[in-house]
């Protein structure tokens, strides 16, 4: 379940990331749980097409993270999928994550 704070602005988040050209996108973490309060961040795995060149990636990355920080006020945190290393965290998000985008 999305929290109704993240689910109000799902829109403009879409518009956001599809304007980014993003493979995918998961919510996880609090913003998904019962937890979320107003001091939690936002949490969102992205994947990307396996082309597109680590540089670009993470000026993507940056860029959906400087708008989505000022649409929500709150910090942001962007995981890339592949990324990861930690086998735990990865099976912990796996678990939690809701999709919210896909191109």
């Given at each position: ?40 961040d936002i949490d969102l795995l ?58």
């Amino acid at each position: 379940m999305l929290h109704p704070t993240f689910k109000a602005q799902l829109p403009a988040v879409l518009g956001i990331l599809k304007a980014q050209g993003i493979k995918s996108a998961y919510a996880f973490g609090s913003v998904v749980s019962d937890n979320f309060n107003e001091n939690s961040d936002i949490d969102l795995l992205i994947g990307f097409d396996d082309e597109l060149e680590p540089l670009k990636k993470g000026e993507i990355c940056w860029d959906i993270h400087d708008k989505l920080r000022a649409l929500f006020e709150r910090e942001v945190d962007i995981l890339v999928e592949g990324s990861l290393k930690n086998p735990f965290f990865i099976e912990e998000i796996n678990e939690k994550k809701q999709l919210i985008y896909a191109a």
